[in-house]
């Protein structure tokens, strides 16, 4: 069993030293549900994934405790992710969310909770952050952190409460790159996360120049884009189902990648590069 091994720094630009330990890597569940997801997930954590990302909306939450049960590892070897959905911003009702996602999970405490979505025209996403900070307080929850939420999102978490989120989860891959975020992330201390780091199979891991950066270095295009994730201190969250390729996606970040590499790959981004087009600024979820 091979583990994913931990970074400590966010990159190295990074001028505020982050607040929480990751995985150079972690899983994603979303839509692995019932014995089949059970499934998927048990090897995935017996691979050597110890960051597993559910969320509340996913529906998945009791399927994921069984997987973590299943798989024989210990429980403070894990870090386990969930997220708070829109329709549960107001404090009264996250607080009671947050803890019907432990009794789903049969878990005492999250290693790490977001709020899913800002959802800004509902203007309740400072009363979730609320929640989370109440959740933390009670010893359900050892970190906090947020999900697609813009810099002025957080800046207004920061002036209303006092704190900024530990992680950032965003939808970042080759043909979304975020730069500016990311730097905006590295000022702050502020891990990024991205979700669909293989962008959600458009055609990614088929691109020719990724195809011939992995020639050089004898793995494929997927392989490449999670290590050029790897490589910008991002910490990329991708789901599979099949036991080689959550092997495969796991090794890829020791894959060293060259400063050139790099940045061809950053230039892949396009200005209408979002798998959905979800703005923050815009989209809601709940």
Same mark, same amino acid.
């Given at each position: ?125 400072v009363e979730a952050w609320q929640a989370l900070i109440d959740a933390r ?9 947020? #999900? @697609? ?5 957080? $800046?207004? =978490?920061?002036? *209303?409460? /006092?704190?900024?989120?530990? %992680? ?30 293989? #962008? @959600? ?5 088929? $691109?020719? =120049?990724?195809? *011939?950066? /992995?020639?050089?270095?004898? %793995? ?23 036991p080689e390729r959550q092997k495969s996606n796991l090794d890829a970040v ?33």
């Open positions: 069993m091979r583990d994913a091994g931990f970074i400590i720094t966010v990159a190295a630009m990074t001028k505020i030293e982050p607040k929480v330990q990751l995985p150079s890597i972690g899983f994603g569940t979303v839509h692995l549900d019932g014995a089949a997801g059970v499934e998927a997930m048990t090897s995935a954590i017996k691979t050597g994934y110890r960051l597993i990302d559910t969320a509340y909306n996913y529906e998945n939450e009791g399927a994921v405790g069984v997987a973590l049960r299943k798989s024989g590892v210990p429980r403070d070897e894990l870090i386990v992710t969930s997220k708070l959905p829109g329709r549960f911003h107001k404090f009264e009702l996250g607080r009671p969310r947050i803890e019907e996602s432990l009794y789903r999970l049969s878990l005492d405490y999250l290693d790490l909770l977001l709020i899913h979505w800002p959802n800004p025209s509902q203007d309740l996403y307080d009670r010893g359900l929850v050892r970190h906090i952190g947020v #999900s @697609n939420f813009l810099p002025e999102h957080m $800046e207004r =978490l920061e002036k *209303e409460t /006092g704190e900024l989120p530990a %992680v950032n989860q965003v939808e970042l891959h080759p043909y979304f790159p975020q730069v500016e975020l990311v730097e905006w992330h590295d000022a702050h201390g502020i891990i990024t996360e991205a979700w669909s780091p293989l #962008s @959600n199979g458009r055609g990614l891991v088929e $691109e020719p =120049l990724l195809a *011939e950066i /992995g020639q050089n270095h004898g %793995v494929g295009g997927g392989e490449v884009a999670l290590a050029w994730h790897h490589a910008r201190g991002i910490v990329p969250i991708p789901r599979s189902t099949k020791n894959i060293e990648l060259s400063a050139e590499e790099i940045e061809s790959i950053t230039a892949l981004g396009r200005p209408n590069g979002r798998i959905k087009d979800q703005d923050p600024a815009v989209y809601e979820e709940f």
